[in-house]
């Protein structure tokens, strides 16, 4: 039996990826595309979570903040933004060095 990942009152919208499992299904409430589960937690208190906090959450669900390392990624995140209207937390930060981004797969951030 799969537990549903959404706690009542989390303060923030942001997004969790993790894996199927191999079977090739989610858990209720979550997204399916190319092999990966994505999970947009939504709250009426937006902006109140910090990414330290986002990202805790969505390892205690098995997952983490999404790292955008492909166009089809990319492409399906802008298009639920458009959907949604929503900002929320990705894997980047400059936490280790202020400007310096990377990816919490440990890969730096590629612009253009």
């Given amino acids: 039996m799969q ?6 009152s989390e303060p923030r919208t942001f997004l969790l990826q993790g894996n199927t499992g ?5 858990p209720s409430g979550w997204i399916l595309m190319n092999s990966a589960c994505y999970f947009f ?5 937006a902006g109140l979570k910090s990414w330290n906090k986002a990202r805790k959450f969505c390892q205690m669900y098995g997952g983490d903040l999404v790292v955008i390392d492909s166009k089809d990624k990319q492409t399906f995140l802008i298009l639920i933004n ?4 929503i900002g929320f937390w990705f894997g980047l ?20």
């Fill in 93 to 112: 930060s400059d936490s280790h060095i202020e400007g310096t981004w990377k990816w919490l797969d440990g890969t730096s951030l590629v612009e253009g």
């Fill in 3 to 8: 537990k549903d990942p959404r706690p009542g």
């Fill in 82 to 85: 458009k959907f949604f209207h």
């Fill in 22 to 26: 191999g079977c090739g299904r989610c």
């Fill in 41 to 45: 937690h939504f709250s009426d208190a």
